[in-house]
């Protein structure tokens, strides 16, 4: 591993001015992602700057919903009574990332910030990597594409984002909170993180020094009733081959609204925006979710290694809302 410096900043606006004056330094949450990048040399910062130690706190706001400090722990944030009781979708994602051990250090900011597991991008002497080295090309474009993406991918990169909690935070519409040398921002989550296009090193929406200083989810009576399921090689410990956040809100058995993310299958937390403007107003039942499904599919454009996801996802959208319809379906 390269030598670094290590640094505790005051606050938040230390952390970003310090960030911002060294294009070498990195933020350290928990380290559960960025240290591994380090020990196989494929990040090697001059400087870390730990921000654990801000906004390390979970608000419930006046209305109900929930302002999550950047720094909680990704364990702190699925035991927590409120996001179980009236966010499981988040809860239950969370819980599915991941070991015990990781999921008591990562922190939601990390979590948002973690970065690819394709396997060649970790692969820095063998592997062609366009995400690690601009220009260079893409040797998981023909080699073992099982846990790639289908949809929205490029032919400079058909990496997949592996948070869990991500997605749920798709289908949940949260905001990211930053702050950095040109002020305040606030992004939805769905247009934090980029799709590859002909820059796959270009991950997030954040400028230079822009710390994330929180998440805000809003309340709202869909997101009581609503899941995560994730598909994966093994029952722990094992990124999504396909995962599926959703929330649904029935009145007189029909969907008067819906929200569905798709996990494992893009650069990004996958809105399924086409498959809910189909159910929005429809009697719910198994058929109307799978054409559905299949509509939000239908832009998929897999390799002959990842061509399964397609179907898979389509069922466990499927399988998902059926279970939040309950009776209803
Ligand atoms: Fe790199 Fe993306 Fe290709 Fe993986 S899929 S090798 S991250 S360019």
Redesign the pocket.
Known sequence: MKPFTYVRPADGAEASSLAAKNNQARFLGGGTNLVDLMRQNVETPAELLDVTGLRANIEITASGGLLVGSAVRNSTLAAHPHVRQHFPVLSRALLSGASAQIRNMATVGGNIMQR?R?A??YDVAG??????NPGSG????GGFTRY?AVLGASG????THPSDMCVALAALDATVHTAGPDGKRSVPIIEFHLL?GEH?EVETVLRPGELITAVEISASAMAARSEYRKVRDRSSYAFALVSVAAAINMAQGQIADVRIALGGVAAKPWRAARAEEILRGKKASKEQFLDAAESELAAARPLEGNRFKIGLAKRTIAAVLGDLAGDAA
């Open positions: 690819t394709c060649y991008f592997a062609r990597c366009n995400k690690r893409c040797d998981a474009i790639h400079h990169c058909i990496a590859p796959p």
